[in-house]
């Protein structure tokens, strides 16, 4: 028998955790059994015709080879144009460098700017790779939280600053919040940006959601005075454009971190694939209608699923303006039915009702002294009517 001897550090390496609920899902699924699935982040809506139409295009023109590894310059110069206008910053193509997907710039956000030892601050609940990543390359993570309120989550900023410590070295912010779909005020990110000012902290932004948003605007952390030159904007396709499988993303960055991140493309996927980068020039350059009809789609499955939630007396959350996640506050339902453990209370809801959804084990180490317990509720891959009929089955489930 082969003994296995990995590398420490694999034992460091976290994961996402909702892809358990999935196959619990599959299996409860495979015995027969109707699933709705509000666990996943995953989207059931096509790409738009004229995205994949370019991409089939760029194959039958041949564009299947390697391109340069920070990206074509089509693509980066869209990038520029589009992210720096939306966020009333100025961009170039040398300040974007394209990856697979939106993920990769959180290990490469890490793996250039951040030395072991080095404290990172992350937001927890949040999207779990932060954590993973930090772990993985051996700095210290410093979890900051978020104190429930009755328009949603804010973050806890005394209790943030009280964290920071000399060693701290970057600070990675998600609006438009998975799983939370918490936002910013205006005053929020401006003692953000104070403290990455005061502490001489990198950012890494983490925008996915920034356009996958039902009223108002979405605001960018970079876009306040002295951030841009201490920022990384993570930037994707996935969510805007119903691109999850595709992997197309990019790094928006300081010309010399773009560089970098350039460099780290080289050492380990080469490039992003040379046709889907012409896709994604299509999603920025050309007919712009087939993002709003999936935001429309989103918007009347957020209203089915808040209106299910809230009047549900033993749920609370508050009306989401943006991504596609609604966090509920789960205590009393898990009261009313005898749990003191929310990930047995999403087990047995899934053998009972057939709903299945994570919780907040799923999104960061449980921090001492947190008071309640939370459940995420995605609804970009389920429609309005099972969304209506998952959630009347959850209901009658709880108060049975
Ligand atoms: N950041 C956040 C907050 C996310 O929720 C996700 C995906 O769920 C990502 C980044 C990565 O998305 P992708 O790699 O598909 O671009």
């Given at each position: 028998m082969i003994i296995m001897r990995l590398a420490h550090r694999i034992g460091s390496?976290?994961?996402?955790?909702?892809?358990?609920?999935?196959?619990?899902?599959?299996?409860?699924?495979?015995?027969?059994?109707?699933?709705f699935p509000f666990h996943l982040g995953d989207i059931n809506l096509p790409t738009p015709a004229n995205i994949v139409a370019a991409q089939q295009q760029a194959i039958a023109?041949?564009?299947?080879?390697?391109?340069?590894?920070?990206?074509?310059?089509?693509?980066?110069?869209?990038?520029?144009?589009?992210?720096?206008?939306?966020?009333?910053?100025?961009?170039?193509?040398?300040?974007?460098?394209?990856?697979?997907?939106?993920?990769?710039?959180i290990t490469k956000f890490i793996q250039a700017l951040i030395n072991p030892g080095d404290e990172v601050l992350y937001p927890v609940?949040?999207?779990?790779?932060?954590?993973?990543?930090?772990?993985?390359?051996?700095?210290?993570?410093?979890?900051?939280?978020f104190v429930?309120?009755?328009?949603?989550?804010?973050?806890?900023?005394?209790?943030?600053?009280?964290?920071?410590?000399?060693?701290?070295?970057?600070?990675?912010?998600?609006?438009?919040?998975?799983?939370?779909?918490?936002?910013?005020?205006?005053?929020?990110?401006?003692?953000?940006?104070?403290?990455?000012?005061?502490h001489d902290l990198w950012v890494l932004s983490d925008e996915a959601y920034f356009e996958t948003r039902y009223s108002g605007d979405s605001h960018s952390l970079v876009s306040l005075p002295g951030m841009q030159e201490r920022s990384i904007i993570l930037y994707t396709f996935s969510k805007k454009y119903a691109m999850t499988g595709w992997r197309l993303g990019a790094a928006i960055a300081p010309v010399k971190i773009a560089e970098i991140v350039a460099q780290l493309n080289v050492n380990d996927e080469?490039?992003?694939?040379?046709?889907?980068?012409?896709?994604?020039?299509?999603?920025?350059?050309?007919?712009?209608s087939g993002a709003l009809v999936i935001r429309?789609?989103?918007?009347?499955?957020?209203?089915?699923?808040?209106?299910?939630?809230?009047?549900?007396?033993?749920?609370?959350?508050?009306?989401?303006?943006?991504?596609?996640?609604?966090?509920?506050?789960?205590?009393?339902?898990?009261?009313?039915?005898?749990?003191?453990?929310?990930?047995?209370?999403?087990?047995a809801a899934l053998k009972a009702t057939g709903v299945a959804f994570c919780t907040r084990k799923h999104f960061g180490r449980v921090l001492p002294g947190e008071p309640d317990h939370y459940a995420r509720f995605a609804y970009s891959g389920i429609g309005v009517d099972d969304i209506r009929e998952g959630m009347s089955r959850l209901a009658a489930w709880i108060s049975d």
């Open positions: 390496l976290g994961t996402e955790s909702a892809f358990l609920v999935s196959q619990a899902a599959r299996d409860w699924a495979a015995r027969g059994n109707r699933v023109q041949g564009r299947t080879g390697y391109t340069a590894p920070a990206g074509i310059p089509e693509l980066r110069a869209a990038l520029a144009d589009d992210v720096g206008s939306r966020r009333g910053l100025r961009y170039g193509p040398e300040n974007v460098a394209v990856q697979p997907g939106g993920k990769p710039v609940p949040g999207f779990p790779i932060y954590e993973s990543q930090i772990d993985y390359f051996g700095a210290v993570g410093v979890p900051y939280r429930e309120s009755a328009s949603g989550f804010v973050i806890d900023l005394d209790d943030l600053t009280a964290r920071i410590t000399p060693r701290t070295r970057a600070l990675i912010f998600n609006n438009q919040q998975n799983p939370l779909a918490a936002e910013s005020s205006p005053s929020e990110l401006a003692r953000l940006a104070e403290l990455a000012l005061r080469s490039c992003t694939s040379q046709f889907t980068q012409w896709a994604g020039v299509e999603a920025l350059r050309g007919d712009p429309q789609e989103l918007r009347r499955r957020r209203d089915a699923l808040y209106d299910a939630v809230v009047a549900m007396p033993t749920f609370r959350a508050a009306r989401p303006e943006a991504a596609f996640y609604l966090y509920v506050n789960v205590s009393d339902a898990m009261r009313n039915r005898g749990f003191s453990d929310v990930d047995a209370f999403a087990s």
